[in-house]
């Protein structure tokens, strides 16, 4: 395509979003409201995790009712009064059925194939310090209900092409020493990876500036501006108008209302989660080898360089960066749980970050309807940086050619009619 393409949103999607178009030498602006990976492409969890199902799972509403109102809980909503929120949990709940799980594998468990695949082909091509490791992670569970589930889980997503490798107790501690000996078993899933997601994207974007792409951060846009039914730029909050001939939508959960304004519904709930850093040592983190996700706590342990990240939690809360020190104190106090060895030290970093939630557990990635080169890629969840590579793909895809592979026509907005 000729003209220049506007990417909203400097977090993982989008850097991936720039990268991807300025690759295909499409003059190319970002901007960012803020600092590049500011939100939850900053401290996530660190693992590239494809092929699952979505949270919309039957019985996650039975679970979520007992845990909801404990501020220590893996979920936790804030008491307040807050109608888009309650009517987002309402839909939620419509959604937690087999059927819409098996319909959402059949997308999601090709897009993560992809994803991986994604991965692969950026680091091959750019040099990218970020300690990739593509050593798989465990679902580690110390209860008969957890196993029984992550088995179920395991079922699922080898239905779908994957190769999920039950484990009892004895095998996990084999595996990974620093497992408790209350442990009962788990999941091996070797189809994902592990990396510090804040040198990812900080690399990805130098990439993309070396491609001619031009990032700009401290730059909060304020209008989406169209004419006749078609794009014609951005308005940033100190007035001035940035002229584009397409525009990506990437801001995960803020802002999306520039875009609703355009007759689309995005149906995107800003979820909080948080990390721990703890530094390896006598007094601090056990020298893990392996990344592990806590089964019944929804802790992920992820080994980086030097440090171990606990991360976690689901807070619906608004949208805010407040942390919680209960919400903070539940990971390793959890993860204790897990891992003896597992000291007093004090963290090394402590943080939160938004993920954009939407309300069927599927990413919103496509062309808004109603308005010519406009892309949106919001809605990840949990699942952002997964798979950020492959959204920007497609959205390069969209804005360049006007289409993308079928197998992704489920993921666009009008979806939501």
Same mark, same amino acid.
């Given at each position: 395509?000729?003209?220049?393409?506007?990417?909203?949103?400097?977090?993982?999607?989008?850097?991936?979003?720039?990268?991807?178009?300025?690759?295909?030498?499409?003059?190319?602006?970002?901007?960012?409201?803020?600092?590049?990976?500011?939100?939850a492409s900053?401290?996530?969890?660190?693992?590239?995790?494809?092929g699952?199902?979505?949270?919309?799972?039957p +019985?996650?509403?039975?679970q979520?009712?007992?845990?909801? +109102?404990?501020?220590?809980?893996?979920?936790?909503?804030?008491?307040?009064?807050?109608?888009?929120?309650?009517?987002?949990?309402?839909?939620?709940v419509?959604?937690?059925?087999?059927?819409h799980?098996?319909?959402?594998?059949?997308?999601?468990?090709?897009?993560?194939?992809?994803?991986?695949?994604?991965?692969?082909?950026?680091?091959?091509?750019?040099?990218?310090?970020?300690?990739?490791?593509?050593?798989?992670?465990?679902?580690?569970?110390?209860?008969?209900?957890?196993?029984?589930?992550?088995?179920?889980?395991?079922?699922?997503?080898?239905?779908?092409?994957?190769?999920?490798?039950?484990?009892?107790?004895?095998?996990?501690?084999?595996?990974?020493?620093?497992?408790?000996?209350?442990?009962?078993?788990g999941?091996?899933?070797?189809?994902?990876?592990?990396?510090?997601?804040?040198?990812?994207?900080?690399?990805?974007?130098?990439?993309?500036?070396?491609?001619g792409?031009?990032?700009?951060?401290?730059?909060?846009?304020?209008?989406?501006?169209?004419?006749?039914?078609?794009?014609?730029?951005?308005?940033?909050?100190?007035?001035?108008?940035?002229?584009?001939?397409?525009?990506?939508w990437?801001t995960?959960?803020?802002?999306? +209302?520039l875009?609703?304004?355009?007759?689309v519904?995005?149906?995107v709930?800003?979820?909080?989660?948080?990390?721990?850093?703890?530094?390896?040592?006598?007094?601090?983190?056990?020298?893990?080898?392996?990344?592990?996700?806590?089964?019944?706590?929804?802790?992920?342990?992820?080994?980086?360089?030097?440090?171990?990240?606990?991360a976690?939690?689901?807070?619906?809360?608004?949208?805010?960066?407040?942390?919680?020190?209960?919400?903070?104190?539940?990971?390793?106090?959890?993860?204790?749980?897990?891992?003896?060895?597992?000291?007093?030290?004090?963290?090394?970093?402590?943080?939160?970050?938004?993920?954009?939630?939407?309300?069927?557990?599927?990413?919103?990635?496509?062309?808004?309807?109603?308005?010519?080169?406009?892309?949106?890629?919001?809605g990840?969840?949990?699942?952002?940086?997964?798979?950020?590579?492959?959204?920007?793909?497609?959205?390069a895809?969209?804005?360049?050619?006007?289409?993308?592979?079928?197998?992704?026509?489920?993921?666009?907005?009008?979806?939501?009619?």
């Open positions: 395509m000729q003209g220049r393409v506007i990417v909203v949103g400097g977090g993982v999607v989008g850097v991936s979003c720039a990268y991807e178009l300025a690759a295909r030498s499409v003059e190319v602006v970002l901007l960012e409201r803020t600092t590049l990976a500011s939100g900053r401290g996530n969890a660190g693992t590239v995790s494809a699952h199902p979505p949270l919309n799972k +019985g996650r509403v039975p979520a009712i007992r845990q909801m +109102g404990d501020p220590s809980s893996p979920l936790y909503i804030q008491p307040r009064w807050d109608p888009a929120l309650w009517k987002w949990l309402a839909d939620f419509r959604y937690c059925t087999d059927q799980v098996e319909a959402a594998m059949g997308v999601m468990a090709p897009l993560g194939l992809e994803a991986l695949a994604a991965f692969e082909r950026i680091l091959a091509a750019e040099t990218i310090d970020c300690g990739y490791r593509a050593a798989g992670y465990f679902d580690v569970c110390a209860t008969e209900r957890g196993l029984e589930g992550a088995w179920h889980e395991a079922e699922i997503i080898q239905r779908h092409g994957y190769h999920p490798e039950k484990l009892d107790g004895r095998g996990l501690r084999a595996a990974e020493p620093a497992l408790t000996e209350d442990v009962l078993g999941v091996y899933f070797p189809e994902a990876a592990t990396l510090d997601p804040y040198a990812f994207v900080v690399g990805l974007a130098n990439a993309a500036r070396k491609l792409a031009r990032l700009q951060e401290g730059a909060p846009v304020t209008e989406l501006l169209t004419r006749s039914g078609r794009v014609t730029g951005v308005r940033l909050a100190d007035g001035s108008v940035v002229a584009a001939d397409a525009v990506a990437a995960g959960p803020y802002d999306l +209302g875009v609703e304004r355009t007759g519904r995005l149906p709930q800003p979820g909080k989660g948080y990390h721990r850093d703890i530094r390896v040592g006598p007094r601090g983190a056990p020298p893990m080898r392996i990344a592990c996700v806590l089964n019944e706590a929804s802790v992920f342990c992820t080994p980086m360089r030097g440090f171990v990240r606990f976690g939690t689901m807070e619906f809360s608004g949208l805010n960066d407040v942390m919680r020190r209960e919400r903070l104190e539940q990971l390793t106090t959890a993860a204790a749980r897990y891992l003896p060895g597992l000291g007093d030290d004090e963290p090394i970093s402590e943080w939160c970050g938004l993920r954009p939630m939407a309300v069927d557990g599927l990413p919103i990635v496509g062309l808004v309807p109603g308005v010519e080169r406009v892309a949106v890629a919001t990840h969840g949990m699942l952002g940086l997964t798979l950020g590579p492959v959204s920007g793909r497609i959205v895809d969209l804005l360049i050619d006007g289409t993308t592979d079928s197998r992704w026509a489920p993921l666009g907005p009008e979806r939501f009619g």
